[in-house]
């Protein structure tokens, strides 16, 4: 049996059309919308780089109260990359921590959205083996020089999630 060249022709056709349906859909999604749409942002730009650093601190009491003293027992580093793309944020952040008892580096990868003045990321591990996620909710301060919020992590010692206030600055 003979397959009719109508029948083949039809068939490559679509398979063609298909293909190039497919093409125009990626190319719109990945290139011209994110273009348009950046284009067209006339909110702030938070790209660039970001740096905290937060000293753990433990009082320590010598003869009553009255001479009470702070004693840094753990420094806490937040180095923080951000490529914006109207309102999609992407970027990388390095996380150090150097204790009494333990010292650390996590990077981290980071997605999120820049909204009406808050920053929402989610940051989640590069090295599979140590795994960790957090996320960080922040509001742009003081004419965009600074992030001011929430850093909530899983704390890998109590396996609990923790939060702590984090303000980090432009570089």
């Excluded at 049996?1 to 999604?29: C, D, H, N, R, S």
């Excluded at 938070?46 to 004693?71: C, D, L, M, V």
């Excluded at 490529?83 to 970027?91: C, F, N, W």
């Amino acid at each position: 049996m003979q397959l009719p060249i109508e029948i083949i022709t039809g068939v490559v056709a679509g398979i063609f059309t298909a293909i190039l349906i497919f093409g125009a859909t990626e190319l719109w999604k990945k290139t011209i919308s994110p273009w348009y749409t950046a284009l067209r942002y006339q909110g702030a730009d938070i790209s660039g780089s970001w740096h905290a650093k937060i000293n753990e601190i433990k009082a320590i009491e010598q003869n009553g109260a009255e001479t009470a003293q702070n004693q840094v027992i753990g420094v806490s580093t937040f180095s923080v990359l951000l490529k914006q793309k109207a309102h999609y944020v992407t970027g990388t952040m390095q996380f150090s921590y150097d204790g009494e008892s333990k010292e650390f580096n996590i990077d981290y990868e980071i997605s999120g959205e820049y909204w009406e003045g808050y920053l929402c990321l989610y940051c989640k591990s590069r090295n599979k083996r140590a795994f960790s996620q957090a996320s960080m909710f922040m509001k742009l301060i003081n004419n965009g020089t600074g992030l001011l919020g929430s850093f909530a992590f899983r704390n890998a010692i109590t396996d609990q999630v923790q939060t702590v206030w984090l303000g980090i600055d432009r570089n």
